[in-house]
C-alpha cells in the first residue's frame, strides 16, 4: 500500500486524470430512495491509455444492484479489450476499498498486479494497493 498525498497529485498526470473521470463517472451514479452512497471508478491500461468508466446502479431489489468496478469492467470488456493494469475507485468516504465481489472481478481480469487506487474526496489523497495486496489468498 502507498499513500499519494493530494499535494503531489500534479506529479502523476495519469493519476490526476483518472481521477478527474471517475468522479465524472461517479455523477452518473444511479441510487435508490435509501442509497447512500455514489461511487465511480475507471479501468485503464496505461500503456495503451485507454479509459473505462463506470459507476454504481442500484436498483430497488438490492440484490440486482451493479458496483462501480463491474460496470467499468463491463465497458472495458463489451469495447473488445481484455484486460486492464489499474481501476481507480472513488466515493466520499474514508478508509474504503472495493468489496469481495468486485475484487473478485479485478483480480480475473486486471490480474494479481493491477494497481487498486482509491480516492476519498476529489482531488484528495490516493491510497494505492496492488489487487494481490487486497485479496492475498485468492485461489489463482
Not at 17 to 45: C, F, H, M, Q, S
Not at 66 to 90: C, P, W
Amino acid at each position: 500500500m502507498k499513500t499519494i498525498k493530494a499535494d503531489e497529485l500534479n506529479s502523476y498526470p495519469i493519476l490526476k486524470k483518472l481521477g478527474i473521470e471517475a468522479w465524472y463517472a461517479r455523477d452518473n451514479a444511479r441510487l435508490t430512495p435509501t442509497g447512500r452512497t455514489k461511487v465511480g471508478a475507471v479501468v485503464a491500461n496505461t500503456q495503451d491509455e485507454f479509459i473505462f468508466k463506470g459507476c454504481n446502479i442500484e436498483h430497488s431489489f438490492r440484490s440486482h444492484d451493479i458496483h462501480a468496478e463491474v460496470t467499468a469492467i463491463s465497458t472495458l470488456i463489451a469495447a473488445g479489450y481484455k484486460k486492464f493494469d489499474t481501476i481507480m475507485i472513488v466515493a466520499e468516504r474514508e478508509n474504503f476499498t472495493p468489496c469481495g465481489s468486485c475484487m473478485d472481478w479485478v483480480m480475473e481480469i486486471g490480474g494479481p498486479k493491477a494497481q487498486v487506487m482509491v480516492q476519498g474526496k476529489p482531488g484528495g489523497d490516493v491510497t494505492v494497493y496492488s489487487a494481490e495486496e487486497l485479496m492475498p489468498k485468492y485461489p489463482f
